[in-house]
């Protein structure tokens, strides 16, 4: 099994940064996509940023060129760099991956995490 944990979120306030970050563990084969995602009252989750093993992005078209999103493929970790935040980033934020797993072998099985709250508020 896979598990994904989240930290690093917290209050902030507009203008300010924050950064998350997603571990993930568990009996691992390789995670190829990985993402964050975001949920806020009353809205459904949405795409924020996603890299891929090789390190393609992309990014929500909100959250371009503020976000910043990176991983390393050896610690099986992705971090999300939150600069200018504004208050309509207040949201739960998920990390996802695709991981294969040793309970699977050969497939892409999706994983999520948790979920860390972040509040843009003054």
């Known amino acids: 099994q896979v598990q994904l944990v989240e930290s690093g979120g917290g209050l902030v306030q507009p203008g300010g940064s924050l950064r998350v970050s997603c571990a993930a563990s568990g009996n691992i084969i390789v995670i190829n996509a990985m993402g964050w995602y975001r949920q806020a009252p009353g809205k459904e989750r949405e795409l924020v940023a996603r890299i891929t093993r090789g390190g393609s992005t992309k990014y929500a078209d909100s959250v371009k060129g503020r976000f910043t999103i990176s991983r390393d493929n050896a610690k099986n970790t992705v971090s999300l760099q939150m600069n200018s935040l504004e208050p309509e980033d207040t949201a739960v934020y998920y990390c996802?991956?695709?991981?294969?797993?040793?309970?699977?072998?050969?497939?892409?099985?999706?994983?999520w995490g948790q979920g860390t709250l972040v509040t843009v508020s003054p």
């Open positions: 996802n991956a695709d991981a294969m797993t040793r309970q699977a072998p050969g497939a892409y099985l999706e994983v």
